[in-house]
């Protein structure tokens, strides 16, 4: 595997993340799986629950939909919480995932394999779209997400997402103190792309600033209502890729956006 900063187009982009998702679903599960829960609905790394946070505001009754839903833990509670659920993941393998907490748990969530850039569902059909770091980081075209999402989305409807923090895009996925040293410029928005001997992309992450971030929101027909940056908790000593208590202390790991639609 070669790691490189070039640029990488929308299909290049699905096709590697596609690939990557149902390749890694197995051993990403396994790992992540205790944290995540089967019906727990985490915004990041630093465990902090929408239970806790209520950005949703109350979703009993509601129509929501779930973006790059993995295996659809956050869905599964929010249909425990009496919403009406739907979930979409680009990759299959991760959705087989989901199949097999459903089992576990009696909650059973519809799920579609799909592109967050071409939803398969009517204009308006929901009250509440969500996401917790799915789909938005391995999308080349994000604005074409956000006007999908905008477009499935009632008027009034609140759109919710996570993603990694911005700033993180300057210090290296090290969760020890060499992960505190800036390697890399905020404002190269060069994607990062994981290469096999081909020169075919094998995974691919998008950047945007907090900036970027805001003004594609607006383009798409959203008001920014606010942007959430958790504190790591003092009792949290989970180390997940590049997140940790050390780095979690002085540099914020999560962005979460809260948008409504005009």
């Known amino acids: 595997m070669e790691v490189s900063r070039r640029t990488a187009g929308a299909e290049e982009s699905r096709r590697a993340s596609r690939a990557w998702w149902d390749a890694a679903a197995d051993d990403y599960q396994a790992e992540h799986g205790d944290a995540l829960g089967d019906v727990r609905f985490v915004w990041g790394p630093e465990g902090v629950t929408e239970e806790e946070l209520g950005l949703l505001g109350d979703v009993a009754g509601r129509r929501v939909l779930e973006v790059g839903c993995g295996a659809a833990q956050c869905a599964r509670w929010l249909a425990s919480r009496g919403a009406e659920v739907a979930a979409f993941d680009l990759s299959a393998g991760q959705l087989r995932h989901a199949r097999a907490a459903d089992r576990r748990t009696g909650w059973t969530v519809p799920v579609v394999q799909a592109d967050a850039c071409a939803l398969p569902f009517a204009a308006a059909a929901f009250d509440t779209v969500c996401s917790s770091y799915g789909a938005l980081p391995f999308v080349a075209d994000q604005e074409a ?99 940790s208590p050390l780095r979690g202390a002085l540099v914020p790991g999560t962005a979460i956006f809260v948008c409504a639609r005009a």
């Open 145 to 243: 997400l956000h006007r999908e999402v905008a477009r499935v989305l009632r008027p009034g409807g609140r759109w919710v997402f996570s993603v990694t923090h911005p700033a993180r895009w300057t210090l290296p996925d090290d969760p020890g103190p060499d992960g505190l040293v800036v390697r890399h410029s905020y404002f190269d928005r060069t994607p990062y792309v994981e290469q096999d001997a081909t020169g075919a992309a094998t995974y691919v992450e998008h950047h945007r600033t907090l900036g970027d971030r805001v003004r594609e929101v607006v383009a798409a027909g959203f008001t920014l209502v606010d942007v959430v940056e958790p504190e790591w908790p003092e009792d949290n000593r989970l180390v997940w890729g590049g997140w």
